[in-house]
């Protein structure tokens, strides 16, 4: 009986073919993921498409969605958007002007209440309990054509609520 582990072919041919098939398939895989990577590269670092002065503003939806006197959380932009009892809007932020905590807002109560300290404030975002030293930050809002749009790239720091303040329809 022949021993298997004895018998070789005798050109070599054999074991050069295997090793060069597999250089040439570690080489390829290689290439293939050095050109994905490349590729990732340059996806990440290319502009985005779309005009610019639309970079930063969030769609909240068409005016009729919202009811007067109600409060809507917009968790992706940190913000509520706010519509008065009047028929305006404001975009208010979600951080305390005390120490930066989320306030949530107590419909029950209506009214955000910081849950750090106490701090309070009414639906237009003015400060009705300290020890909050101003009114929240708003983002601009502008209404085109019956659609609700906040600008979040821009916050506005403020002292109290103004009339000024209010986007309407």
Not at 3 to 13: A, H
Not at 111 to 137: E, K, T, W
Request: charged share 25%.
């Amino acid at each position: 009986m022949v021993d298997r582990r004895d018998v070789r072919p005798e050109s070599g041919d054999l074991d050069t073919s295997r090793r060069s098939f597999l250089s040439r398939l570690w080489l390829g895989l290689g290439g293939l993921a050095l050109a994905e990577y490349l590729w990732l590269t340059v996806e990440f670092l290319r502009p985005r498409k779309g005009p610019r002065e639309e970079a930063g503003v969030l769609v909240a939806g068409p005016v009729d969605r919202f009811d007067p006197g109600s409060v809507t959380a917009f968790p992706a932009g940190r913000f509520y958007l706010t519509r008065l009892t009047d028929g305006g809007f404001l975009a208010v932020s979600r951080e305390c002007t005390h120490l930066g905590c989320t306030v949530p807002w107590m419909a029950d109560e209506s009214q955000f209440v910081c849950p750090c300290h106490s701090s309070a404030y009414d639906i237009r975002g003015d400060v009705i309990n300290p020890p909050a030293p101003r009114a929240l930050d708003l983002h601009p809002v502008r209404i085109e054509n019956g659609i609700v749009k906040v600008d979040t790239a821009r916050t506005v720091k403020r002292s109290h609520f103004e009339a000024s303040q209010v986007a309407r329809a």
